[in-house]
Nanobody
């Protein structure tokens, strides 16, 4: 199967920066779109940013536009999220998502999720 492992979360003061990473491993045939989501306490999971297969197109939630940057390294099966000018409203568990086909089913794309990494922004 496929495993996604996030890293880079932590505690940061308002105005600071963090860089999240998410590495995919396992029986990967191909990875299409990748994305970052987040879920704050008591709220639904929300989409933060997406990036297409070759990184040509990115999309961001209005709340992070201009502050966050999503990128990917296809050679490493890794997606990144650079987060600048963080504020307390960005506090959440951040999850990565990858639309992935495996060698066992190369024509079938499935959504895989990481376990999440906590980001806490203090005021």
């Amino acid at each position: 199967q496929v495993q996604l492992v996030e890293s880079g979360g932590g505690l940061v003061q308002a105005g600071g920066s963090l860089r999240l990473s998410c590495a995919a491993s396992g029986s990967i045939f191909s990875i299409n779109d990748m994305a970052w989501y987040r879920q704050a306490p008591g709220k639904q999971r929300e989409l933060v940013a997406t990036i297409t297969t070759r990184g040509g197109l990115t999309n961001y939630a209005d709340s992070v536009q201009g502050r966050f940057t999503i990128s990917r390294d296809n050679a490493k099966n890794t997606v990144y999220l650079q987060m600048n000018s963080l504020n307390p409203d960005d506090t959440a568990v951040y999850y990565c998502n990858a639309q992935t086909a495996t060698w066992g089913a190369p024509r079938v794309l499935r959504n895989y999720w990481g376990q999440g990494t906590q980001v806490t922004v203090s005021s």
